[in-house]
């Protein structure tokens, strides 16, 4: 079963790197077709906009709505997002949320194969994933980035899922990071 979803990933990454070799829309495919993200912040949240621009990069039309930390749980419930999963930021995208770090590629997929479900959710901050990617040095896999000052630093990354949540609110690992 994981054989096939890399299948499915890999084919949707082949067909849509097609369109633009060298840019990062060649992840999320024609910019024009995608739908715009909402994400739902507290302010300040520098790892939020992290991940906001990280979307953006990838041809995502992406809306910031900062809100007060005593805010995000109404917003959470709004969208049905179950409490065992939250993260700090959630958006909101084609009918589905986002809880979380979630990777472009998986919102991608999410789009493309339409599944009935409530959306995607990377719970807590890993670090290493998209918009964390320097702010937790503490995890399993190293490797090596350059700080302010042109330093190398050895960095750690952890392995981290993306969940599909279904209708029902429970939930099944959509990808593996």
């Known amino acids: 079963m994981p054989c096939q979803r890399f299948l ?31 994400v739902y912040a507290p302010s300040p949240c520098l790892a939020c906009i992290d991940w906001a621009d990280y979307l953006r990069r990838y041809g995502f039309v992406v809306t910031i709505e900062e809100k007060l930390q005593r805010d995000m749980p109404r917003i959470k419930r709004w969208l049905n997002v179950p409490s065992q999963l939250e993260s700090v930021h959630t958006a909101r995208v084609a009918g589905y949320f986002i809880e979380g770090h979630v990777p472009v590629e998986d919102i991608v997929l999410l789009l493309k194969e339409k599944p009935k479900a409530r959306g995607l959710a990377v719970p807590g ?16 896999t190293a490797c090596t980035i350059l700080d302010n000052a042109g330093q190398e ?8 899922n993306t969940l599909l949540i279904g209708p ?3 939930s099944s690992v959509y990808a593996r990071h």
């Open 8 to 38: 499915r990933i890999f084919a949707l990454l082949w067909t849509l790197v097609g369109t633009s070799l060298f840019t990062p829309l060649s992840v999320a495919a024609d910019a024009s077709v995608l739908p715009e993200i909402v």
């Open 125 to 140: 901050l890993p670090g290493g994933a998209p918009g964390r990617e320097s702010y937790n040095p503490v995890c399993d």
């Open 153 to 160: 630093r050895d960095i750690k990354r952890e392995a981290f």
């Open 168 to 170: 029902d609110g429970r």
